[in-house]
């Protein structure tokens, strides 16, 4: 497969990009030139109190509307069946991102799942399309984003047909590995090799610039001088720094 | 009028259906032949704390686009008005469904309608289109059920023209006297016949086969051997049956 | 039913409507206060060369999703399925017009029914979805408008509920007895009592003041005075009419 | 500019018209004979609790999609930036109203500008498009009302052409000058010549009958006889309002 | 793969199947139980004058969004691109299907890929998108089915991923193999399996009963005793046959 | 006014860019870094035979939808309608290009208005909506582009509120003074400084390697080796240049 993902990234680098928002990821990966980034009109349905967000590699799974005759045999080998195989590979900070090409009409994935790929150390899930019984998968209490809810489930109207190749979700290309951030704003899927790179910017601009303008603008500083700063506002601010024990 | 409804059943049996979620009457009725049972994208704008779902016998109520001089009859003559009639009618254990062909330009249902509805015994209400004064609504604090909210009301662009038709609600055909359940997860409408068949098998589902997977998966269990149960897992399952008391 | 027309008109009028054009009956209607009667993106599918527009009073007919056991009924019993009995209802100087809640997931009207319509002195078909068999409606040369072309047919997804109730076609509330205009550029729906106010003026707007205000923009007349004529330009206009020998 | 408004009002009254819901606002305005005054699908996404709505007088913002040469001179000539401008411009009671052409596909406020605009005396945001960083922007805690959120920002897709022109939000056209009252529900863009007849009528609405009709309507009095109240209902009203100490 | 055709059918059948119409055999598809296999929303952009209709065995092509950096890859080694290599791939009597994930901005297909795959023997091309270079697709006359036309090409906003997938296409399940029957009416999405059967049915429907029942309508004969044609009709209809040749 | 053109270019090179076709155009702007020309969904409504393109500098107009008090100015004081100013503004080689915000709801040009922007020399009519009356803009023989077709008048629900500012069309940003240029493939608006090159590129591209290229396929070429062509095809390439006599 020529479209693949060839850069890892250590569970310590996932951790450190929990403190990075999705909406500075985002706006960073554009300035990076990477434009398509983040999954417009996918948001969280149920995400736990007190979690600040969910970061993960992507395994992908995709559906497309069912066939009669073929779905039949997904339904008597389980174990060949592409969604089943995708949910069983779940290891330890994944997160599975699912492309139903934006089907709204049925859910495909429910408590059950979503307490099964739990378990085996899941972070997230992500659907292009939607979930179904919102009420108990809020009883499991797990990120778990999506486009909407449809109360029937995925024999209705699709069927899996591969995971862990390329996929769309939100508008997005979604590559195996690519990383996945994941908070209240939505989702982000972050090309392996930018993450190293958006944690250190990020870190720089949320803890020293941000907290120093939003303090500024409290007081009453104009966007014209202190956002961006110009010459002089950027001194104030070193000065600041200093004085707060900045480096 | 050849399509209609010839079943029907107990409030006894509206009672128990209240324990079934709409998520998994609407994946039953698909497996029994009706896939289009669930209303898509109609969600609960107000669901009075600590109910859990609403249900009741589908009264129907249809609005066009208005036309300006036929529209005026309905404000002469309030009593015939085909919504205030439809209102007017309801009795114990009814629910107005409301088809305004998915228009989201207009409001059609506010407190007023609402308050009134709840005095005579209604137990919810479902627009296919928009509600209006979702604040005061929520004072009423009753089962309300649409696609969005908009602040004008009926006379900016609709017109009633029939109550107790069949309609189209949510992309779900609703012949008066079908049996509409709704919960936290949006609404399904059922065909009266299959009330009992989905309370018998959805009791047996939730209670015991549910609850038991749970705990197998949060032990770790594979949904490729438990879920569903191969033939070893039933052993298991009937054992654990018995042990803990369940027939 | 408090909705419906009263007024009757004529097949002389109607005739003579045959020589307004949609354009100019859309937006007198506007100007006459009724400001929702073209019926938007409704289009031909197919219009018999040769023929400017097609005129008469509609009988309406209404779809809903299918319900998969009460749709069997219109199937054991043709003459009481309601497109059927609409179809055969129709007389000298109909027009169909259907409402399928704008679904485009099938086709309600192929050739074969098509054919009978015409039998029957139909003057059109108006559809708020989808037709089919479109390259065999064209060799019937008829007037076909809907939204767009679907291969299959309306046992896939929909059942008909009622005839010659008020109905939404195209954003547009159409009731029964209304006056269809209908030409290459899409379909109004004119009130009775509206098409002789319609064709007086529509006489006067197109042969005379649009007919001089052309010869004067070919010559270079600017809108600022010509159109609507300011006071000078009107004396031009008499005089016009004058030597031309219109009244 | 030929539209534009010529009416203005006091801050005493906009004080009053917090008393006004946007429902009660948005139908009133299409009986004045204003029948696009509501904005469609533009809902609160932070609304500070205790807070029961926000009024101000409207200040315009347009962006189109980006030419990637031209938008180069808005990041260097910041004061010059049409966005920043606005920002810049707003006073006490001012209402920054955003037309991104309905663009879902980046958003264009986040926490630092409605920071500096709560600064400047502004009492909310409206955008026809996306906000981003909603989780920041609900640390501000201040009244935001957009179609969704995107974690892009700005530069990803648009840039702003001009500010303080009549511009189109949520379907509705907006005059610089406007008056803007949103709440839970909504926002309604009102004609300043308008203001002072609302609230003289929605007061007498709300705190007199409408108050009486839900204290009849839980006593069971019928939509018919009651709402509107007939004859001998509105006698019983005004003797219930002498009795209760209301004018 | 577990989703796959096993099913191969001749090149002698793949011709008589070109007498049936899009119509015919959707509808004779939900029929025998498959009712997703119309493209919804796909039309002939390009189509020869003279030629009746097209078929083929479906070869499939994928594409996402691009990822800014992957992308390159496929540019740099034009013999692995997916695109490419699909194209190539062709064989006499195959159809290249798209996904696009239904994509409209941007082309994914002009005349110069068109010319190729003609040469190479391909009947047709189906895009669940856009389509370029109309006017020069034109000239090269061959069948081209999509949603839209765009002016830019593929490198504008997505990257191939794959071929020979199971894909989407019009809401439709295509499974590499299917047998792709397109005409004016659109494209239908054949299991290989029902061909035969599609075949045998549609010729006795369209060269016999067809046939008489137009005779008989219009000869105004109606639907309720001729269309489907009751016990007297059907008699009359066998006497025609035998006195019109047919077995 | 920040987002303006600077650069302008001959009626000459106006001339020379109609040999360049709406899909190269597109395509090559991409390349050139502006990925957001091609004005998607904006299609002929009406285009002359026998002319291949339409060329001319962007004026452009604005509509928002109307407040009713503010739009009776409009026709009060016809010379100061922005409507009409930007049509009576037009000189020639100019193209109109209208910006409705996507309103599908009512027409904004029909025949009168553009035999008038004909006669001044207008060469095209691009609106990001509907027109009007199609039969008798046929009639005018002129190039006409839009989304749709709507009965209805500007007075239905549509203002003008100003002229020659940048605004968006078909998700394009127009900048009075871009370059229009306009053939049956649909519309692209080009930065007037990237004209020249465009053209340039654009004749080596159609007037040599296209038509190579094309030889090359039909005699059976493979896209590995010919599209683009590698290094040995573009030896053979030159050749061909030089025994055919193009430098």
């Known amino acids: 497969m020529i479209v693949k993902n060839t850069h890892e990234i250590s569970d310590e680098l996932l951790e450190e990009l929990k403190l990075v928002s999705v909406s500075t990821a985002s706006h960073m990966l554009v300035e990076m030139g990477y434009r398509n980034a983040y999954m417009q009109g996918i948001l969280p349905m149920c995400f736990p109190e007190g979690q600040d967000s969910a970061v993960g590699r992507a395994v992908t799974l995709r559906f497309i509307p069912l066939r009669e005759d073929l779905v039949m045999q997904q339904y008597e080998s389980l174990t060949e069946s592409p969604h089943r195989e995708a949910l069983e590979s779940i290891r330890q900070n994944d997160v599975l991102v699912i492309d139903t090409g934006g089907h709204m009409e049925t859910g495909v994935f429910g408590d059950i799942f979503t307490r099964r790929l739990r378990y085996l150390g899941g972070q997230a899930i992500v659907v292009d399309g939607c979930i ?113 024990g900045f480096v």
Not at 151 to 170: D, H, T
Not at 222 to 230: E, F, G, I, R
């Open 132 to 244: 179904r019984d919102l009420i108990r998968i809020k009883a499991v209490n797990f990120p778990v984003f999506s486009k909407g809810v449809h109360g029937s489930a995925i024999p209705r109207s699709l069927m899996s047909v591969g995971f862990n190749e390329p996929i769309r979700c939100g508008g997005v290309g979604v590559v195996p590995g690519d990383i996945i951030l994941a908070d209240r704003d939505g989702v982000v899927a972050i090309p392996p090799q930018c993450v190293e790179h958006i944690i250190k910017v990020s870190r720089e601009h949320d803890e020293l610039e941000e907290r120093w303008i939003k303090l500024k603008l409290d007081e009453g500083a104009s966007l014209h001088t202190h956002y961006p700063p110009n010459a002089e506002a950027r001194q104030e601010f070193e000065q600041w720094k200093k004085e707060n």
